[in-house]
């Protein structure tokens, strides 16, 4: 299990971004490459390249919808990764051969909540987890068809079923921002947060004060729950 709450910032646009969020705190950091409907703003080369500077310390994540595991594992050889996000329908078959090709790969599956009906989600959980080391939830936007990404928000009451449901760490990600991060942890209790679009500035790179204010928020709230009871979604909204 995960010593400490995941706060991951995605989407990085170039090597000074990927900086100034170490410098804020930001442990995790997402890389998007071979994706569906997004365009990506990195090559992999370039991506490669800036993963090579980071502090010790920093966590780079592939997000990705590639589905075949053999150039999955290349990838994240290629780019020097330790952690993957798996977006795509990666076959069973194809996650057992990752898995034991890659031991110490920390394997995180996407769940899109409100592209399938819960119990589909919960089913996926009890097939898949023996094989992953996290779960995240995001949003699905039926406008764009994206699930990742979005920056909408979705049913946190689903979130916090599979929080309670999976046998692994979950992440909570999709529309996160630092106004309501702290009521989203409070209400899912997930292993960490995620957000990429909320934490943007009009020309598309993270704006610093809104990174240290949802890393903030995000912290104390992670460090008041065991305190209090669950908050209810249906409460809340
Ligand atoms: O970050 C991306 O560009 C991305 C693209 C495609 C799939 C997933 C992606 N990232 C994940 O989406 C979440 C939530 O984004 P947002 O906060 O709603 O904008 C992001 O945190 C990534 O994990």
Known sequence: ?????????????????AHALC???????????????????LSEEETRRIIATLPEGAVPVLITYETDWRALKDLADFLGVRAVQVHGDLEMKGLRALRAACPDLFLIKSLVVGRTALRDLLATVDLTA???????TDTYDPETGASGA???????????????????????????TPENVAE?????RPAGVDAHTGLEDASGRKDMGKVKRFRREALRAFSQWESGPRANANERR
């Open 1 to 17: 299990m995960l010593k400490r709450p995941i706060v991951q910032v995605a989407g990085i646009v170039d090597e000074e971004e």
């Open 150 to 176: 979005t920056g909408k928000v979705h049913d946190w009451e689903a979130s916090g079923r599979i929080v309670q449901y999976a046998p692994k760490p979950v992440i909570l990600a999709g529309g996160l």
């Open 130 to 136: 023996p094989l992953l080391d996290a779960f995240i």
């Open 23 to 41: 410098a804020a705190g930001i442990g995790w950091l997402g890389f998007p490459l071979r994706l569906d409907v997004h365009p990506q703003d």
């Open 184 to 188: 989203a942890v409070r209400i899912v």
